[in-house]
C-alpha cells in the first residue's frame, strides 16, 4: 500500500512546530508515534500535504512529579508509562491502562499524546485518565489553555483542539488517601485489540466505615467519546459497597449508555457487558475477588 506523496518536516522546538501548525495548521498533520496515523495514511483516510514529526521536541517529552501533581508530556510512551516507578506508585490505575495498550512493539512507539488526539471512543489511556480528572494542556502561537480531558473529545476521532494547536502535556493531581482502583478491558483476544468495552473505576473510602466518600468510573467504547458514569458514580458515593449494592452498581452503568452494533460487537452484547465489567472493577478496586476478566 503506497503512501500519497507528502512533505516530511522535523523541527527541534516547540516555537517551529507552532508556526507551522498556524500557518499550515489545516494542510499538515502532526506525527508522534505514528500507530495510528501511517494506518490512516495507508488506507488513505487522510492524505496530509505536510506531516510534522515532534518526536525531536524536547517540550513535549519528559513525566515529572512535583508537589501538586504529574506532569506527563504528550510524547510519554505506554512503554514508559507502564513501568515508571513514579506513575505505578502514585497513579497505578494509568500504568495499568497504558499496560493493556496494543503489544510492546506498540507500547515502545504509541505515545500518550497520540492515544489522546486520535480520539477513538477505545483509547485505553482515556479512561483512567477521566477518572483521574486529568488535564490537557493545549498550546499554540496564540497561548497555551488547560481544559478537563472531561471536555476534550467532541466525537469519534474529534476532540476540542483548534487546527493551530497541539497537545503538549497531561496533568494529574495527587490521587485522594485511600483510593483504590482498577481498569478492565473486555477484547475478542487476548493481546492487540481494540476495548470492546472498558471500564476504569477510582473510589476514595473511608477508613474507619467502609464507606466510599468519591466514586469516580469512566468507561471506554461504548458511546462516542470515552465517558465518565456520573449516575453510577452518585450511586456509589456515600455508602457501604457491599456485593449487592456493587451488583446494582453495575445495572446503573448499563442504564447510562446506549452503545452500537459494529463489525466487532453487536450494541445488546456491550450492554450486557458494561453491567458485568462495571460490577468486576469496582469489585476488583476492593480486592474482591473476580473470574478472569478481558485482556
Ligand atoms: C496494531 C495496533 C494495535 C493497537 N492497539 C491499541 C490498543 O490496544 N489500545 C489503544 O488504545 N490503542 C491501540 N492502538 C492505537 C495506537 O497505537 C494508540 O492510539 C497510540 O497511543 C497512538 O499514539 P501515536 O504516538 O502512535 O500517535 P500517532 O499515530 O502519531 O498520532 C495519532 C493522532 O494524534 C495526533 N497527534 C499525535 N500527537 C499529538 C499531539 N501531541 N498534539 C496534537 N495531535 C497529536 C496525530 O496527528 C494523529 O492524528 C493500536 C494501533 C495498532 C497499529
Not at 512493539?105 to 480528572?133: F, K, Y
Not at 489553555?145 to 472531561?150: A, E, Q, S
Request: glycine share 8%.
Amino acid at each position: 500500500m503506497r503512501l500519497k506523496k507528502f512533505e516530511f518536516i522535523s523541527p527541534d522546538s516547540l516555537k517551529d512546530v507552532l508556526q507551522l501548525m498556524r500557518k499550515d495548521g489545516e494542510k499538515l498533520k502532526v506525527i508522534a508515534g505514528g500507530t495510528d496515523l501511517l494506518v490512516q495514511m495507508k488506507d488513505k483516510l487522510i492524505t496530509p500535504e505536510k506531516v510534522v514529526n515532534l518526536l525531536n521536541v524536547p517540550e513535549l517529552s519528559g513525566v515529572e512529579k512535583n508537589g501538586k501533581g504529574l506532569r506527563v508530556g504528550a510524547l510519554t510512551k505506554h512503554a514508559v508509562l507502564e513501568s515508571a516507578p513514579e506513575v505505578k506508585e502514585g497513579w497505578r490505575i494509568l500504568a495499568d491502562a497504558a499496560h493493556k495498550v496494543g503489544s510492546p512493539q506498540i507500547r515502545n512507539l504509541g505515545t500518550i499524546g497520540g492515544n489522546l488526539c486520535n480520539a477513538s471512543p477505545a483509547a485505553d489511556t482515556a479512561p483512567a485518565l477521566l477518572v483521574l480528572e486529568a488535564e490537557a494542556i493545549l498550546v499554540s502561537q496564540r497561548g497555551e489553555r488547560r481544559i478537563l480531558l472531561d471536555s476534550f473529545f467532541a466525537g469519534p476521532g474529534m476532540t476540542v483542539m483548534e487546527k493551530d494547536e497541539i497537545l503538549k502535556e497531561i496533568f494529574l493531581l495527587e490521587v485522594p488517601a485511600n483510593s483504590l482502583g482498577a481498569y478492565l478491558k473486555l477484547g475478542r483476544r487476548k493481546s492487540l485489540d481494540l476495548a470492546l468495552v472498558s471500564v476504569a473505576v477510582l473510589l476514595t473510602m473511608d477508613s474507619g466505615s467502609g464507606i466510599c466518600q468519591r466514586a469516580r468510573v469512566a468507561l471506554g467504547a461504548v458511546s462516542p467519546v470515552p465517558m465518565r458514569a456520573k449516575e453510577t458514580e452518585k450511586f456509589l458515593e456515600g455508602k457501604e459497597l457491599k456485593e449487592s449494592l456493587i451488583r446494582e452498581a453495575g445495572e446503573v452503568a448499563q442504564k447510562e449508555f446506549r452503545p452500537i452494533s459494529d463489525i466487532r460487537a453487536t450494541a445488546e452484547y456491550r450492554r450486557e457487558m458494561v453491567k458485568v465489567l462495571a460490577e468486576r472493577a469496582i469489585k476488583k478496586s476492593l480486592g474482591l475477588p473476580i473470574p478472569p476478566t478481558g485482556i
